[in-house]
């Protein structure tokens, strides 16, 4: 009897885990379930979408269902994985389309379910023009938003590598722009001293910049007027919450998949959970930290590609380890390109590691007019 291989989650993770063991295993037959409407697209190029740059929502997405088909995997969107029975090797799946569940019985599972963003826990949170962006979906709502509303006052809640990037493409659209950030500085994944260039670097581009910054609560009557700290309050009427992210495993540990740091589902090198036979992968999953040595949870797009392949490959027969992550990070602001690899002094000295810091500023290509500086 031919061998079966399910997969729950059809954006990075998924559709290489899927790629990757029909390359294994020609005879394999693959089943992927999105519960979404779009599959197998590059979110990093969501804010780049919204400024225009990118100018369709078509030239976000990398594969068709179609183009899977035509690898003989069979590609089903618009369905959610309601349960997963590890006894019976079978998932319970809910049509979004017809209002219809349905069973599905699998040899090998691969759960690459993906995160949520972080909501922000204050009051009126959810008024019209306060957004997320997680999705195409989420992409096209604002765009939408941006071009009918045409909002007078942005803030970005998080300054992180979204919020980060978020900030140019709404100055690029002429929006003025607050970006709010709890922690005392911007990037606050990066060192103080490169934090300090990058908050220069957008003032310079004339964003407001708050650290040491709790946004409370929103006020409002049709939609978002009004957005207030602890001490004080200024109009907005666009807000895009950039907090992070929380891994979906609600899933599987309901199924009785282990989870370890921030929830994230435990795997092994082979992206193996604690259940026989099932996989995870992505940004619902765990990495081994290659200078720590520890387990750690870091959502990235080209970890959930790499540990997708391992999954896949190994669900079909083969045999592939993840060697870990570094914490690699890049992004640009502005003209300014910043990254970031191993460890930060913040992130040393609770490890108890010896280190020696130095930062160098240089140019991204040799051609002086092709490139911006970067800070290392």
């Known amino acids: 009897m031919k061998k079966k291989m399910l997969v729950i989650g059809a954006v990075a993770a998924g559709t290489s885990a899927a790629s990757k063991a029909r390359r294994v295993d020609p005879e394999l037959e693959i089943k992927v379930f999105a519960e979404g409407e779009n599959i197998s697209y590059g979110a990093c190029g969501l804010p780049y979408f919204i400024s225009g740059m990118i100018q369709t929502k078509e030239k976000l997405l990398v594969r068709s269902i179609e183009d899977f088909a035509r690898q003989g995997i069979e590609v089903r969107n618009r369905c959610q994985a309601v349960e997963i029975d590890p006894a019976e090797r079978r998932v ?6 017809h209002n219809q569940t349905f069973e599905e019985r699998y040899d090998k599972l691969v759960v690459a379910t993906g995160a949520r963003p972080l909501e922000l826990d204050c009051r009126n949170k959810d008024l019209p023009g306060i957004f997320t962006l997680r999705t195409v979906a989420d992409g096209v709502a ?13 803030l970005i809640v998080g300054a992180g590598y979204i919020g980060l990037e978020m900030a140019e493409s709404l100055s690029q659209l002429g929006l003025p ?11 606050p994944n990066m060192d103080t001293d490169m934090a300090a260039k990058i908050q220069e670097h957008l003032e310079q581009h004339g964003v407001r910049v708050l ?12 939609r978002v007027q009004r957005a207030f700290t602890r001490n004080s309050s200024f109009p907005v009427d666009f807000v895009l919450i950039s907090i992070g992210v929380r891994p979906n495993t609600q899933l599987a540990s309901d199924a009785g998949v282990k989870l370890g740091v921030a929830n994230a589902i435990k795997v092994n090198s082979r992206m193996e959970t604690n259940l026989e036979g099932v996989y995870a992968a992505g940004d619902c999953a765990t990495a081994h930290h290659r200078v720590t040595g520890k387990n750690v949870y870091i959502p990235m797009g080209t970890t959930a590609n790499k540990q997708g392949r391992v999954a896949g490959e190994n669900a079909a027969g083969g045999s592939e380890i993840f060697r870990g992550v570094l914490g690699t990070g890049i992004a640009r602001v502005f003209d300014l390109e910043i990254s970031r690899t191993g460890l930060t002094e913040q992130e040393c000295m609770p490890a108890g590691l010896d280190f020696y810091s130095h930062s160098v500023e240089c140019r991204t290509a040799a051609i002086p007019q092709l490139a911006g ?3 290392l």
């Open 211 to 222: 650290v040491d910054t709790d946004i409370i609560g929103f006020e409002g009557r049709e």
């Open 142 to 154: 604002i765009r939408e938003f941006l071009d009918r509303e045409k909002p007078a006052h942005g």
């Open 177 to 187: 722009l607050t970006l709010a950030e709890r922690q005392p500085q911007v990037a």
């Open 373 to 375: 500086p970067i800070w």
């Open 92 to 97: 319970l799946l809910r049509d979004l389309v």
